[in-house]
C-alpha cells in the first residue's frame, strides 16, 4: 500500500521539528536580548564612573582655573578605546577642557547642555545626569562639587559600537547554535516517528489484506511499548470481530422471530399503530383501527398515494383539531421536532366521535428529510368521561363550599347583631351607668350575661376564621414584627384569668430576637389561643413559660410550655382537627369546642410553618410553632 506524503511519521517529525525550532528561536531570542541588555548596563555604568572620575580629580584645577591641569586630567582618559569625547565645562556652560582642543574656550549652547545648566541653577540634586543615551552613543555628566555647591560639570560620552559588534557577534552565534540545533533534533524526530509507526504501517497493511479477504491475518504482537500493546488489541479486536459475525447469523435469527412476535402484539394491542413510508411510499394500519373506527374495511384511510391516505387520516379528526394535527405532522416532516403527542376526537363509521389520544415519533435520514413516521392512536374516551365527572364534582364542591361560606357570613351577620346589643346592655346593667341596681345578684347575672355573650362572640370568630382558612379564603397581611412586645401585649390580655387560677406566666423572650415576617393579627390569635389552653389546662399553681429562639435552619421557633395535665400521645393528632378536644375533667371549669389548635395550625401553615407537640402525661405540654425568617425568603415574598 502506497504511503502518503503527508502520513503520520512526517507529520509527527515535522511537528517535533517546528516545536524544537520555535523553543530555541525564543531561546536565541531571549539571550540575545539579555546580552544586549547587560553589556549596554556596563557601558552606562562605564560612561557615570568615568565622569565621576574625572568630576573628582577636576575639583582643585576647576578652583584654580587651571586649564593645563584640566587637560592632564582629560588626557588621562583618552587610551580608553570607547571614549568619543570628554569635556570640563563650568557652570555657566564654558568649555574648560575638551578631548578636542579646538573646543576649549567656546559655550555650549544645545538644548542638552542648556538643560544641564538649568539643573545646577535650579535643583540641589548632586547625582550624575544622563544627556543622551541611544544604540550609538551613551553621555552622562557629573557635577565638580566644591562645599556642597556645583561649580562646574565634568561630561563624558562613550561609543556604543562595542556592544553592537558583540551583540551581532552573539546573534550569528545564536544562530549557527539554532540551526544545528534543529538539524540535529529534525533527524532524531524523523527517526523515532518512523520506529513509533512501524507497527501502524504493519496494522494498515495487514487491515488491506483482512479486506481482500485473508480473514485469518493477524499482526505481531510485542508488550515492550504501547504500539506493541495496541497491536495486540488490534488483533483481540479482529478475533471480536469474526466471533460478532458468526453471531450476526444467529442475531438475525431471533429477530426475525421477534418480528412475527412484534406482529403479534400489534394484532392483540388495544392501541391502533399506524406507519408511513415516505422513502417507499408506502402506509401501514395496524387490525386494531377497525375496532377503533368501527369499520371492517380500512380502505376509509388507504388511497393511491400516501398523501391522499394521510389527508383522509387527517380528515378522521374533529374539526376542531385537525389544525393542531396538521401543524404537528408538519413539524414532524421539516424534523423541526422529534415526536409529537396530542389529543382529540376521531369520527366511526357510524359517525360517532370518540376522544384519542395520537403520538406519533420522525426517522430522518442522513440529509435531514424525512423517511418515516409511525404513531399510536389509544381510545381515552373512558379517562375524559372520568375527567368531566371529576370536572362536576369540583365545580359542585367549590359551589358547596361558597354556600357555606356566605351562610357563615350571613349567620355571622345574625348572630353578632343581637351578641352586641346583650353585651352592651350586660355592661350597662353591671357597670350602673344609667343608675343603681335594686337588687345585687343583677349585677351578677349581668356580669354572667355579658361573660357568655363574648365567649359565644369569641367562639362565633373562630369558626369564621377556620371556615375561611378551609376555603382559602383567608388573606394575611405580613409585616416587620417586634416579638418580644408583641408577646408582652398577649399577655396582658390572659394576664387576669392566670391570676385568678394563681398560675405564673414567665416570659423568655430574648431582645436580640431578629424581627418576625407575619401577619400581626394572625400572630396575636395564634399566642393568645396557645396561652388560653394552657392555662386552660393547668391546676392551680403551675407555671406557664412562653419562649422563643432563632433555630439554626433559617426558622423562628416559638414555644408555650405548661406544667398542666399533659396530653396522651395517640390524642395528639386528633386535636389539631377542628371540634376535637381531651378530657377536660381537670379543665379550669373553661368549655370550649375544640378550634383553638387547628386555628393555630392553619394559621401557621398560612405563614409556610409548622406546629409541633410534645407532651408527657400529668407533667406538661409544649406546643412549639416555627416561622421562617425573613432573611431567607426571596425578595419576591417579601415584598
Not at 485473508?214 to 479482529?238: C, P, Q, S
Request: proline share 3%.
Amino acid at each position: 500500500m502506497k504511503i502518503p506524503f503527508f502520513s503520520v511519521r512526517r507529520q509527527l517529525a515535522i511537528s517535533v521539528a517546528l516545536v524544537h525550532a520555535l523553543l530555541m528561536s525564543a531561546f536565541i531570542v531571549d539571550m540575545v536580548a539579555r546580552q544586549r541588555t547587560q553589556l549596554q548596563d556596563v557601558n552606562f555604568q562605564q560612561a557615570v564612573v568615568l565622569a565621576e572620575v574625572l568630576a573628582a580629580n577636576s575639583v582643585s584645577w576647576v578652583l584654580a582655573n587651571d586649564l593645563s591641569g584640566l587637560e592632564e586630567v582629560i588626557y588621562a582618559l583618552s587610551h580608553n578605546p570607547e571614549l568619543r569625547y570628554a569635556m570640563i565645562l563650568s557652570k555657566d556652560g564654558r568649555v574648560l577642557a575638551h578631548s578636542e582642543n579646538a573646543r576649549v574656550g567656546s559655550y555650549l549652547t544645545d538644548s542638552i547642555s542648556e538643560r544641564l545648566f538649568h539643573l545646577s541653577r535650579s535643583t540641589s540634586e548632586r547625582r550624575p545626569e544622563t544627556l543622551v543615551i541611544n544604540p550609538r552613543l551613551v553621555d552622562v555628566a557629573a557635577p565638580i562639587l566644591f562645599q556642597n555647591r556645583v561649580i562646574g560639570w565634568a561630561r563624558v560620552g562613550l561609543n556604543r559600537d562595542q556592544v553592537a559588534a558583540a551583540v551581532r557577534r552573539a546573534v550569528i552565534g545564536g544562530v549557527v547554535y539554532t540551526i544545528s540545533a534543529i538539524s540535529i533534533g529534525t533527524f532524531l524526530a524523523f527517526a523515532i516517528a518512523g520506529r513509533l509507526t512501524r507497527r501502524l504501517n504493519e496494522m494498515s497493511r495487514v487491515s488491506e489484506r483482512i479486506y481482500r479477504g485473508e480473514r485469518a491475518l493477524r499482526v505481531t504482537e510485542d508488550d515492550r511499548d504501547e504500539l506493541g500493546i495496541l497491536g495486540k488489541a488490534y488483533n483481540a479486536m479482529l478475533s471480536a470481530v469474526e466471533t460478532s459475525e458468526k453471531a450476526l447469523l444467529t442475531e438475525q435469527l431471533r429477530l426475525r422471530a421477534s418480528e412475527e412476535r412484534f406482529n403479534l402484539a400489534v394484532e392483540g394491542s388495544r392501541d391502533a399503530i399506524w406507519d408511513w413510508r415516505f422513502d417507499t411510499g408506502e402506509s401501514y394500519y395496524s387490525p386494531r383501527w377497525r375496532e377503533l373506527l368501527q369499520s371492517s374495511d380500512l380502505s376509509i384511510l388507504q388511497a393511491s398515494t400516501l398523501e391522499q391516505s394521510i389527508e383522509l387520516w387527517l380528515m378522521r379528526f374533529h374539526p376542531q383539531n385537525q389544525p393542531e394535527m396538521r401543524v404537528c405532522l408538519d413539524s414532524l416532516r421539516l424534523g423541526s421536532v422529534g415526536c409529537c403527542d396530542k389529543e382529540g376526537q376521531i369520527q366511526r363509521a357510524d359517525g360517532s366521535w370518540i376522544w384519542v389520544a395520537s403520538s406519533a415519533l420522525a426517522q430522518l435520514n442522513s440529509q435531514g428529510q424525512i423517511i418515516r413516521i409511525v404513531g399510536v392512536v389509544s381510545d381515552i374516551s373512558v379517562r375524559k368521561r372520568y375527567e368531566a365527572e371529576l370536572k362536576n364534582a369540583r365545580a359542585s364542591a367549590e359551589k358547596s363550599s361558597q354556600a357555606k361560606s356566605d351562610f357563615l357570613a350571613k349567620m355571622s351577620h345574625e348572630l353578632r347583631t343581637p351578641l352586641n346589643s346583650i353585651l352592651g346592655f350586660s355592661e350597662i346593667i353591671r357597670d350602673e351607668l344609667l343608675g343603681e341596681v335594686g337588687v345585687p345578684h343583677y349585677k351578677e347575672y349581668a356580669q354572667h350575661i355579658n361573660d357568655s355573650g363574648a365567649h359565644l362572640l369569641n367562639l362565633i370568630n373562630d369558626i369564621l376564621d377556620l371556615s375561611k382558612i378551609e376555603a382559602g379564603k383567608i388573606t394575611i397581611e405580613k409585616e416587620f414584627l417586634d416579638l418580644e412586645s408583641l408577646a408582652r401585649g398577649v399577655e396582658v390580655l390572659v394576664r387576669q384569668r392566670a391570676y385568678k387560677n394563681r398560675l405564673r406566666i414567665t416570659s423568655l423572650i430574648p431582645h436580640t430576637l431578629p424581627t418576625l415576617w407575619a401577619d400581626q393579627r394572625a400572630i396575636k390569635q395564634i399566642l393568645f389561643n396557645l396561652l388560653a389552653n394552657a392555662i386552660k389546662f393547668t391546676p392551680e399553681g403551675g407555671e406557664i413559660t412562653i419562649a422563643a429562639c432563632e433555630e439554626p435552619n433559617g426558622f423562628i421557633a416559638i414555644s408555650v410550655a405548661d406544667t398542666g395535665i399533659g396530653i396522651p400521645e395517640d390524642h395528639i393528632e386528633r386535636l389539631l382537627k377542628p371540634f376535637e378536644q381531651i378530657d377536660n375533667r381537670y379543665a379550669n371549669a373553661e368549655i370550649g369546642v375544640g378550634l383553638g389548635l387547628s386555628l393555630v395550625q392553619g394559621l401557621v401553615v398560612l405563614h409556610d410553618g409548622r406546629l409541633s407537640i410534645e407532651s408527657v402525661v400529668g407533667k406538661g405540654t409544649v406546643v412549639t410553632v416555627y416561622f421562617p425568617l425573613a432573611s431567607t425568603l426571596s425578595c419576591r415574598q417579601v415584598l
